[in-house]
């Protein structure tokens, strides 16, 4: 284990030891999300644009008057 430590010091590459690894395929997970409920969508024949959720508007409401009923501390 010293050896090792030693040659990496040094900058050194031990005989066995391979360099760096390639990097792999990254993923853009929003991106393939939103591509599979598009199609998803389409095919169960909806629009495949996005909406805003039905009660997202009354929650954040609700929430911003929660918010202003606490007394300060």
């Known amino acids: 284990m010293a050896k090792i430590i030693e040659a990496m010091w040094e900058g050194k590459l031990l005989a066995g ?16 999300l939103s591509e599979w409920v598009a199609q ?8 495949a644009a996005v909406r805003e959720m039905a009660g997202a508007r009354r929650k954040a409401a609700a929430g911003k008057a ?8």
């Open 17 to 32: 030891a391979s360099g760096p690894e390639a990097p792999g395929r990254v993923l853009d997970l929003m991106a393939a």
């Open 40 to 47: 998803a969508r389409a095919a169960r024949g909806e629009d």
């Open 66 to 73: 929660a918010a202003q009923k606490r007394p300060p501390e």
